[in-house]
Each structure stands twice: as structure tokens, then as C-alpha cells.
């Protein structure tokens, strides 16, 4: 071990190999007596691509890469999946947001407040409701069993979105009681906790699993505490029908490390660039029921939720100390009916009701006063409400060692504060054994929320009194999109797709001043972003697979944040007897960082491409259990200079030591 510049104990890969091969003298004749070594190609970086029944394609990523990966966030989680760019500030704990700590899919998600990506547990909204945009730690990987991104607009799956992210938790497979849990320290004074419990019997099912993440940070108020809890109880009444009731709370506090290119001042709030004393609290309790019933002919289920949460900042650079309080509640309701040979008809409608408050240092002013600054108070913000029907057709043709798949749906929108709309899709796949084609068209619609009337009570200085929030339309974005899956062999899988997404109408406001003169509208330019991505999965004999993703943009708007020209991906995965090894390497070229304000695309500073790896090590343990292992990762392996976000450089080569135990 040495000190860091702070003067944190560092642990060097020199200590930490002597340290494995200590472990390793110590447990080899336990290990090679009595263990049954099973052979499974752990899939790298993810687990699949999917095209559903309307053509839609999606990426999941499952708890074993989550873990090979070493990820302690969702940003963190899908860092390597094609399609996909993220901000972070540091390794653990998302700062607000915004740059801080968030996920963008094909350059799409940039936007604040609002934002055209949406995070979903088990299908149901969770996010940021005041502002309408994610919180990436009201998200917590713990309970996580899958991870599944939407790649551009589906209004099959979900609506009011241009792209969407479902995390599922966690369930039992296997009768009994179950459990595991898992402990790391490493650099920086991180510490790791996370334990799950967790039976089935023949009427019920039962889930328990809590978590914490601690660190320091590598840099000064880079620090981050994060808490959450998730209980779900189902009950199984017959073959077809059952109950399930779930709990998440979530509460967490980061610090904003700051941009490096400036000074650190301790002024209450400005000047207008992060000065590395902002402080971001966040916290969220959501209670869910689903009824769902399944047979032959007809499967569905009733969702139902409710959420209520924060995101205080205080110091922040922008702004100052200011409380964002959200409620939401909602319901989904799905049914899928086969009827005939072959024909699926989907339907269903989702509810969301989304209402707040905020408090800041200028919100006790009336909206429309010029110089209206040091008014400290607070605002109630009214429901916005959106009920989403929607319709699908499916049907399946049997063909001579094919089969044809061709779809249509489409999506309504009624909203109480803005005029109705609509979203039409279509989709036509056709697969063999070894091959899909497949090709889709979509439109997606993303509501101005909350946000257009919380914005100018904050400001009530930047906006005039008649600034047109009710008058807004929603964003819109046509996606196309065709591509291939196809088995080249056993163990050669190929996978290619290539997309276009037209964006307009979409709404901003006209810019901050301070003569209270700003409007909203949806004036902003129209734009297009044409790209690929290619993928490869190549079994190495029985132990070991290799992955290799590659993703091209190309946006008609220069200045598009987080939309590189070129990301690449590259995993590796293996077993060695009783050890299992998992490398991955990660490659972007330059790109925009900063996320687009409202008003204009203000801010856009570029940060340099990089490339950058990491590595983990586990070392089989079987009276820690069936999944007893202890480990290594090393992040940074090469020790390089990068960032994803300008001034924000990520941590220096770094190391996690843990231990995990199962029963």
C-alpha cells in the first residue's frame, strides 16, 4: 500500500497479487478437493440483443455482467454496451441529474430539465418527476436481476420517452431459502455491503435484499453515501392468477468534486461553473402491487404504484441551495390475447400523475419581475396527468424454415395540460434457425412536464409572466432502423443494425436573462443522427468468450452532446480450474459533454477521446457457497488520463478487494 496526494491509503496491484497468491497457497487443497468444476461461458460486456414481436430491439445486460464489470452504478453498468454513453464525476454515487451521473442511448437524452430517456423499475416510471428527467441512484444495481435498454422509441413497451432503461429486481428461481451476500474495501476508503434473502414455496415467493456504498472519492467532496432497501412478496392463488407487493426506499448524498479548470469559491451560489463544495441529497419510497393472470389464450397483469421523493442540492454552482420534491402515481395495464395460428393482439393503457414543490433562493418572487434575485420561498407545482392507451397486431407466418413476422401498433396520448397526440409503429422480422432479419419504424413523443412550470418559478427573473408553458407541443422523433442477428456457428455470433432518428419540435425556452423577457416554445431546430452497431461473440473453446462491439453517429448537429463518432467496446471472459478472469476495454472518440440547457445548446465543451480498461479476478471458494468466490477488480488498469464530462477527470488506476458468500 502507499498514500495518495490526499493522503489515502492506495492499494498497488504488487500488494494485492501477493496477497491472491497467499489466499491461493493457503485454500488449494481445499479447493481442488470436493469441488465440481462447472464450465459456463460467462458472457461478456451483455448478455443479449433481442427483437421482439414488433421488431423492436433492445440490449439486456443480467446480474453476471453487472458483476464482471464491477459496476457500482447504472452508468457504470451499461459503460460498455453499444449504443450507450454515460457522465459520471466519480466511481461511486451520481451527483444530481445531470452530468453528474447519467445514461444516454444513440446521442438521445441530453436534454435538462426534461430529458427523452426514462428509467423504469419492473416497468414502472422512476425518475426525477418535478423535472421529468432520471436519478440515477434512486436506481440501485443491488436488487437488480436484468437490465433492459430500449434502443430509440417503442411505444410497444412504454410511452412518453424517446429511449427507455428497465432495471427488474430480483426474484427467486429455485424452491427453499436462499441467500447471499457480499463485502469490498478498496481505494479511495470505499466500502461495499450488499446482502439478499430470499424463498419460494409452492403459494408464495419473497424477496430482502439491502445495500450501502461509501467512498471518499479520489477528489476533495467527491464523497458518496448511498442507502437502499427492496422487500417484494408474491403470492401464487392458482395456475393462473397471482399477487405481488413491493417496497423500494432509497436515500443517498453526494458531493459535487467540481470542475478542475476553475477555482473553488464557497460563494452561495455562481459563478455559473462548479466550484466544488455542491452537496446533492436524494432520496425515494415507492410501494407497487401487480395482479397478473396467465393461460393459454390470454396473459396480463394490473400495475399500480406510488412514489414520493427529493433532490436537495445545496451550494450548488448553478443553483445555490435549492429542494426539488416530487410525487407520482400511477397504473399500467397490459393484456396480450393469441388468437387463432399465430395472431397476438396486444393492449393496454399506462397512468401517470406527477406533482412537486420546489424551494430555492429566488422562488418567492412572482414570475415575470425583472432583477428578481434573494426572494427565498417556495412553490407548489400543480398535477400534470397522461393517460396512454395503446394498441398492437401481431401475426406469424409459417414458411418453409422460415418464419414472417410483420406488426403495426399504435400509441395515444391524453394530457390535461397539452393537446392529444398520437405515435404509430410497424415492424416486419423474419427468422430461421440461425438468422433474423428484421426491420422496424416507430414514432416517439416525449410530453413537456413539470418542468415547463417549475423552471419559471425558480427563475422567476428569466421569464416573462405570460411565458406559454401550457402552450407547448411535444418533442417528437421519427426512428428507423434494420439490422441482423445470426448464428454463424455454435460459437460465432454476428449482430448489426443500422438507425436513423429525425427530431423535432423540440421545446425550449428563449434563453436566461434577467428582464424577465423568456418564453417557452418549440422552436429548436430539427435534427438527425444516422448510425450503426456491429457486434461479435466468438466462443474460445469451453472456458473462454470474446466480445467485440463497435458503434458509429452521425449527428447533422455538431455540437450533440455525448454522441462520440466512434465507441468501441471489448470484453473478455474465462475460467482457469477454479479461477475466472474478466477483462474489458472501452474506447471512444472525442465528444460534446455538456448536457444541452433548455434554452439553447449553451455550454457544449468538447472532452478528448480515450481508451481505458479494467480487469477483475475471483477465486472459487466453495464453503463460502455455490456462488462463494473472493475477488479483485482493478479499474483504470493502464492508469490513463480520461474523462467523460470536461474538468471532470475520472479516478487513477484503483482497486477493489472483496468477498462473496452464498447458501
Known amino acids: 500500500m502507499q498514500r495518495n496526494t490526499r493522503g489515502d491509503l492506495v492499494l498497488k496491484p504488487s500488494a494485492l497479487a501477493l496477497a491472491l497468491l497467499l489466499t491461493h497457497a493457503g485454500v488449494q487443497a481445499q479447493v481442488t478437493e470436493g469441488l465440481d468444476v462447472v464450465v459456463v461461458n460467462a458472457k461478456p460486456i451483455i448478455d443479449s440483443n433481442n427483437v421482439d414481436r414488433f421488431s423492436a430491439l433492445s440490449t439486456r445486460i443480467t446480474e453476471q455482467q453487472v458483476r464482471d464489470l464491477g459496476a457500482l452504478s447504472l452508468p457504470d453498468a451499461l459503460r460498455m454496451t453499444p449504443g450507450v454513453q454515460i457522465s459520471l464525476y466519480d466511481a461511486v454515487g451520481n451527483y444530481s441529474g445531470n452530468q453528474g451521473g447519467n445514461v444516454y442511448i444513440r446521442g438521445t437524452g441530453t436534454s435538462r430539465p426534461g430529458g427523452e430517456i426514462k428509467t423504469y423499475l419492473d416497468g414502472l416510471p422512476v425518475y426525477m418527476g418535478l423535472w421529468n428527467h432520471p436519478l440515477m441512484d434512486l436506481l440501485p444495481l443491488n436488487v437488480l436481476q436484468s437490465i433492459d435498454v430500449s434502443k430509440g422509441p417503442q411505444p410497444m413497451v412504454s410511452g412518453n420517452n424517446l429511449g427507455a432503461v428497465n432495471l427488474q429486481t430480483t426474484s427467486p428461481a ?41 467512498s471518499d472519492g479520489h477528489r476533495s467532496n467527491g464523497d458518496a453515501r448511498l442507502r ?5 412478496l408474491q403470492f401464487r392463488f392458482s395456475d393462473v392468477w ?3 407487493l413491493s417496497y ?5 448524498r453526494v458531493g459535487d468534486p467540481g470542475d478542475q479548470r476553475y477555482p473553488t469559491t464557497t460563494a452561495a451560489i455562481g459563478p455559473y461553473q462548479s466550484n466544488g463544495v455542491g452537496r446533492n441529497d436524494s432520496a425515494m419510497d415507492m410501494v407497487s402491487a401487480v395482479l397478473s393472470h396467465r393461460s393459454e389464450a390470454l396473459s396480463g397483469e394490473f400495475k399500480v404504484y406510488s412514489s414520493t421523493g427529493r433532490n436537495n442540492l445545496v451550494n450548488d454552482a448553478n443553483w445555490g441551495t435549492f429542494n426539488s420534491h416530487f410525487d407520482m402515481t400511477g397504473w399500467r395495464w397490459q393484456e396480450r390475447l393469441k388468437v387463432g395460428q399465430g395472431t397476438e393482439v396486444l ?8 406533482r412537486g414543490s420546489i424551494a430555492g433562493p429566488n422562488a418567492g418572487a412572482a414570475v415575470g419581475t425583472p432583477f428578481a434575485f434573494g426572494k427565498a420561498g417556495s412553490v407548489d407545482v400543480p ?4 393517460t396512454s392507451p395503446y394498441l398492437g397486431l401481431s401475426h406469424t407466418f409459417q414458411l418453409d424454415g422460415w418464419t414472417l413476422q410483420p406488426s403495426v401498433g399504435v400509441r395515444g396520448y391524453d394530457s390535461n395540460v397539452h393537446a392529444s397526440s398520437g405515435a404509430p409503429n410497424a415492424g416486419l422480422n423474419l427468422k430461421s434457425d440461425n438468422l433474423t432479419l428484421f426491420a422496424n419504424y416507430s414514432v416517439g413523443i416525449v410530453y413537456p412536464g413539470a418542468e415547463t412550470y417549475a423552471l419559471p418559478r425558480a427563475l422567476p427573473m428569466a421569464f416573462s409572466a405570460n411565458n406559454g408553458w401550457s402552450t407547448l407541443a411535444p418533442t417528437r422523433e421519427k426512428h428507423s432502423e434494420a439490422g441482423f442477428k445470426w448464428d454463424a456457428s455454435p460459437t460465432t455470433h454476428v449482430e448489426f443494425t443500422a438507425f436513423q432518428d429525425d427530431v423535432s419540435d423540440r421545446y425550449v425556452w428563449s434563453g436566461f436573462n434577467v428582464m424577465a423577457t423568456g418564453v417557452w416554445s418549440n422552436s429548436a431546430k430539427s435534427y438527425r443522427i444516422r448510425g450503426m452497431e456491429a457486434s461479435v461473440r466468438q466462443d474460445l473453446g469451453r472456458d473462454w468468450v ?9 449527428a447533422s ?27 474489458d476495454a472501452q474506447y471512444q472518440s472525442r465528444m460534446f459533454s455538456q448536457t444541452w440547457d433548455r434554452s439553447v445548446a449553451v455550454a457544449n465543451e468538447e472532452v478528448g477521446g480515450f481508451a481505458v480498461a479494467n480487469a477483475r479476478v475471483a477465486y472459487a471458494l466453495p464453503a463460502l457457497g455455490k456462488k462463494g468466490d473472493v475477488f479483485v477488480s482493478i479499474n483504470n488498469l493502464f492508469d490513463k488520463h480520461y474523462a467523460y464530462n470536461t474538468g471532470y477527470l475520472m479516478p487513477e488506476r484503483n482497486i477493489r478487494v472483496g468477498m462473496n458468500a452464498s447458501f
Open 546 to 554: 470474446v466480445f467485440a462491439g463497435l458503434t458509429k453517429l452521425n
Open 383 to 386: 398535477s400534470f396527468r397522461i
Open 242 to 244: 397471482s399477487l405481488g
Open 557 to 583: 448537429m455538431a455540437t450533440l452532446p455525448f454522441a462520440p463518432k466512434t465507441a468501441v467496446s471489448l470484453g473478455l471472459n474465462g475460467k482457469v480450474g477454479a479461477v475466472s478472469m474478466a477483462f
Open 248 to 252: 423500494l426506499h432509497v436515500e443517498n
Open 174 to 214: 429455485e424452491p427453499g431459502i436462499h441467500g447471499q451476500a457480499g463485502v469490498s474495501i478498496g481505494s479511495y476508503n470505499t466500502r461495499i455491503t450488499q446482502a439478499r434473502l430470499s424463498g419460494r414455496t409452492d403459494v408464495t415467493d419473497f424477496v430482502v435484499a439491502v445495500g450501502s456504498a461509501d
Open 228 to 232: 437502499n432497501a427492496l422487500g417484494k
Open 347 to 354: 393492449a393496454g393503457v399506462d397512468y401517470d400523475n406527477i
